[in-house]
């Protein structure tokens, strides 16, 4: 694995040890990035169910101007702040050991973010409940995107709330990513 593109460009990052995370391969990333970027100018990155932070780093490489990573398994907040330190962005960057839902309540009083990841393992999967919840206190910027990388076969609805899907992307038959913005919904007369 490694960073794909900007200021780390090329940089080695490690995976998390085991085989209890699956990382977003590089070619996933530098596709999904063409599409949501590929650069950014500022703003903040969450990156929930971090594993080794590839998602977040890459981000946080292309522009961003912070990142906050959470992850409740010790091995992969390890792994993360080894992946940072390699990178020369620790000082970017905020990382929680804790469940994903225990940190949006905490995070959901801080200044939106202009990029939300979303990789849950496969079989716990409640990205429908944690993306209502994002929506619901309005962590995210209005020109934002919340990315969510699920099972092929998971169909996630096609709005939720202010949130629409602007793009599925299937990468294989186990890997697809649904990617939601905020529509500003028009005001009945």
């Known amino acids: ?15 998390v040890p085991g085989d209890n995370t699956r990382p977003t391969t590089d070619k996933v990333k530098e596709s999904l990035f063409n599409v949501i970027g590929p650069y950014f100018n500022g703003g903040r990155a969450l990156d929930l ?9 890459e981000a ?3 522009g961003c ?8 398994h010790f091995k992969a907040v390890q792994t993360i702040k080894e992946n940072l330190m390699t ?10 050991k804790k469940d994903v839902s225990v940190a ?3 995070l959901a009083s801080e200044t939106p973010f202009k ?7 496969y079989a716990k999967e409640r990205l ?19 990315v969510c990388e699920h099972g092929s076969e998971i169909e996630l609805p096609d709005r939720i709330g202010r949130l629409e899907v602007v793009k599925r992307m299937r990468y294989s038959t186990v890997i697809s990513i649904t990617l939601y913005e905020i529509i500003e919904l028009e005001e009945e007369v």
Not at 1 to 15: D, L, Q, Y
Not at 65 to 72: H, I, L, M
Not at 132 to 138: A, L, V
């Open 49 to 57: 169910f971090a594993g080794s932070g590839g998602l977040g780093i």
């Open 104 to 106: 949006l309540t905490e």
């Open 128 to 146: 429908v409940e944690h993306v209502t919840y994002i929506e619901q206190h309005d962590m995210l910027t209005d020109n934002g995107v919340i």
């Open 65 to 72: 101007e912070k990142a906050v990573f959470v992850d409740q």
């Open 115 to 121: 990029l939300i990841f979303l990789d849950p393992p």
């Open 87 to 96: 990178t020369r962005l620790a000082e970017r960057s905020r990382v929680l």
């Open 1 to 15: 694995m490694r960073v794909i593109s900007g200021e780390r460009k090329g940089t080695k990052i490690k995976a």
């Open 60 to 62: 946080l490489s292309r």
